[in-house]
């Protein structure tokens, strides 16, 4: 008998079905956005000195890694079913010791880290697309070093002197990985729920200490076969401490003891009880560890006594913005791989077309070719947003009593993390929809971005927390000021840019987040929390859309100026003109408060 798969005719007999050669075409190799990298970060990170220098070398030997080394392994670690836990030992995919020990080797790791713990000292935001490139190519192996740099940037915030000397150089050089242990089975969002002890200790071989015990869930790459020793960043209460939030303290508790050259030694209490299967990311690893089985893990604490949950965050902002990296990144595997399927794949004459054309790609189609812009306009004005952010991280570091510097840093993290990570799922899901039916089997491998893309709206708090951010604490502490300077610039752009349908849209768009944010100020907290996703969802929108002006403002006079101003308009034309609907539900916030949750 025969059926229809999307568009496919495929022939089922009583133990195959047998396609046609498309659905076999292997995934489409990735190739690193070189140029719209460039142009993003010369018109948004104005790189100067060394890092304008080596900007150009380190982009192309990034990419190399990125396309030889990494892209290979993705599909097939997908496939294989990801790592594996035996025997207490939990096992990586094929090859991901070897492209691990180059990448250590050729000292990636350390990038944008200080160079007195044995980093490059370059900026974040040059860091940003390189991140992007490991995790546009093997995402599930990238998240281990991704966890690593907050690992080692909360260290070098908090750590003390003895934890910086014998953990932090090893952190940097990406000899050990460091991971965050927050979540345990009653406690997620609310970390005041933790459970997990510290118990203080002091003996002749490990001096003051604490002995930690409890459960952790959910920690990525908690284990591994890459790396020596790995480094545990927990969250746990010692004794007497107050309830809640204010009771929490942090800790560093390493899976080997370190004897007295600083090499692994005695193995800690600590044990993997089981990886969880996942909806995707399946080489990576997710831990769920037991700490203190027997005696207490060893651990010591980091910073003050119940104020672990402010050293956390210097981690989680880090990973925040990362994450962020990782949508763009997401998001630019899958248009890659729907444009060139587009590009090949033939089926019908286009609307439009001559009689004589029948045999032009889908393509040519109004509708296919939409989706395609919309995955391209919406990566392109994301990856400058993630820069953005990463520009701002950068000058709050190098001004620590900049002010302005770091509010514009905290105002921005919970916008591209929550804005680029929800693109990114929708991207990934457009993708698919440009492959037809042949984007719903795992053989062509469209399904894996949208598997993998799922997590990101979820962890290092999910989105629904960074609107909460973004309203109650970002815009709550200086009653929008932060927001109001950041408008500001945008309205300096807009005025920059000749008459178009890109000045036209993007001016409504800015007077629409205007009118939010001085309306969010203005509104108590519970009906404010209402309206925070929609207005996460407009700031995005509209900042994304000034980013792309910018591009456009910069790009040169030629055939990639072109290109830009087209993306740029179907940008204006398509994303920006949602900006005037988000504003009713933002400010319909009784409609949600004032439902009863037993109606639900």
Not at 424 to 439: F, K, L, P
Not at 494 to 514: C, F, H, N, Q
Request: proline share 6%; charged share 25%; hydrophobic share 40%.
């Amino acid at each position: 008998s025969a059926c229809l798969v999307g568009s496919e005719m495929c022939i089922r007999d009583r133990s195959a079905m047998v396609m046609p050669p498309i659905c076999r075409e292997r995934v489409m190799p990735y190739a690193a956005p070189l140029a719209d990298m460039r142009l993003a970060l010369a018109t948004i990170a104005g790189l100067t000195g060394e890092a304008a220098e080596l900007a150009g070398p380190v982009l192309e030997e990034a990419a190399r890694f990125a396309e030889s080394e990494l892209d290979p392994l993705n599909q097939p670690a997908d496939r294989s079913g990801g790592s594996v836990l035996e025997n207490g030992v939990v096992r990586t995919p094929k090859g991901f010791r070897e492209a691990y020990r180059a990448y250590v080797d050729a000292g990636w790791m350390g990038l944008a880290s200080d160079p007195e713990h044995g980093g490059q000292g370059l900026p974040l935001a040059l860091a940003a697309p390189v991140i992007e490139m490991w995790n546009s190519a093997c995402m599930g192996w990238a998240l281990c070093p991704l966890l690593n740099h907050g690992a080692l940037a909360l260290l070098e915030a908090h750590g003390s002197d003895e934890q910086k000397r014998l953990y932090l150089r090893k952190l940097v050089s990406g000899e050990w990985t460091g991971t965050m242990n927050l979540t345990e089975p009653q406690a997620g969002s609310d970390l005041g729920a933790l459970r997990s002890r510290a118990v203080p200790a002091r003996d002749e071989r490990w001096g003051e200490h604490y002995r930690i015990s409890g459960q952790k869930i959910f920690i990525t790459y908690g284990d591994h076969d890459l790396t020596d020793n790995i480094v545990h960043m927990v969250l746990a209460r010692a004794p007497d401490a107050p309830p809640g939030s204010r009771g929490i303290s942090l800790f560093l508790v390493p899976k080997f003891l370190p004897d007295g050259d600083g090499r692994p030694g005695q193995r800690n209490d600590i044990r993997t009880l089981r990886l969880e299967e996942k909806l995707g990311i399946h080489a990576s690893p997710t831990c769920v560890l037991s700490y203190g089985e027997e005696d207490g893990a060893i651990g010591w604490r980091i910073g003050d006594e119940n104020r672990g949950l402010e050293c956390m965050f210097t981690m989680m902002n880090s990973e925040r913005l990362l994450v962020a990296v990782q949508g763009v990144a997401i998001a630019e595997r899958a248009y890659q791989q729907a444009r060139e399927y587009a590009r090949t794949r033939v089926q019908g004459r286009p609307l439009g077309a001559p009689p004589d054309k029948a045999g032009l790609p889908i393509a040519y189609h109004p509708d296919v070719r939409r989706m395609l812009l919309s995955m391209r306009a919406g990566t392109e004005a994301a990856r400058g947003l993630v820069y953005c952010a990463a520009v701002a991280i950068d000058a709050a570091r190098l001004n620590p009593n900049d002010e302005r510097a770091q509010r514009r840093a905290d105002l921005l993290i919970p916008v591209v993390k929550g804005w680029c990570t929800d693109l990114a799922v929708e991207i990934a899901s457009t993708g698919i929809q440009v492959h037809g039916g042949m984007g719903y089997v795992e053989e062509t491998g469209v399904a894996q971005y949208l598997r993998d893309a799922r997590i990101l709206p979820i962890y290092e708090g999910t989105n629904g927390i960074q609107a909460n951010d973004l309203v109650g604490r970002k815009l709550g502490r200086d009653r929008g000021e932060a927001a109001r300077e950041l408008i500001a610039e945008m309205r300096e752009t807009a005025s920059a840019l000749k008459p178009s349908p890109v000045t036209e849209r993007l001016a409504a768009g800015i007077d629409t987040l205007e009118h939010a944010t001085e309306y969010l100020v203005q509104t108590g907290a519970p009906l404010a929390a209402a309206g925070s996703s929609p207005y996460l969802a407009l700031f995005g929108t509209v900042a994304g859309g000034w980013m792309l002006a910018r591009q456009v403002l910069a790009a040169k006079d030629d055939e990639g100026a072109a290109v830009k101003r087209a993306v740029a308009r179907f940008y204006a034309e398509h994303y920006l003109t949602r900006a005037p609907a988000y504003l009713p539900a933002i400010k319909a916030g009784a409609t949600v408060t004032e439902f009863d949750p037993d109606w639900l």
